[in-house]
């Protein structure tokens, strides 16, 4: 499995347009390119998974469903964070799963100057940051 920014693996998010039996293969994309392909390549997954959002809202059953994707989803961040070696906790991982559900919104929605105003123009950097503000090293 591939590495990224202080050695989380990639992949694994199934809105980033990989799932689960992605983890097991070897090299993948840094994590940048996989919120831009998430944007792109993948985008009409990612925009559907903001309408089963939106329809979970009015219907119980799509919110029941949807919220055992995401405890399922949180639940392979957490472990994905873990076998990287950081100092991963169920808040840090959904923190981390929320920051970047919320950067996808942002990607496909705002206008440049606004993606800039988050430091979403600089994906490699955003993802950086989170992580080190999530899993400070310790001093």
Partial sequence: MRRGHR??????AGLLG????DLAR??????????DRAVTVN???????????????????????????NQADLALH???QQAAGLAATPRGAAIVTMCVSTALTYLLTQPP?????YGLDDLDAFLRDLID???PRPA
């Fill in 18 to 21: 990989r799932d689960a039996e």
């Fill in 113 to 117: 100057q606004v993606l800039k105003a």
């Fill in 78 to 80: 957490l472990r994905v």
């Fill in 43 to 69: 985008r009409s997954r990612v925009l559907a998974y903001l309408e089963l959002h939106a329809e979970a809202a009015r219907r119980p059953q799509v919110q029941a469903t949807l919220a055992e994707l």
């Fill in 133 to 135: 503000t999530t899993y």
């Fill in 7 to 12: 050695g989380v693996p990639v992949g694994g």
């Fill in 26 to 35: 070897p090299p993948g994309l840094p994590e940048a390119e996989l919120l």
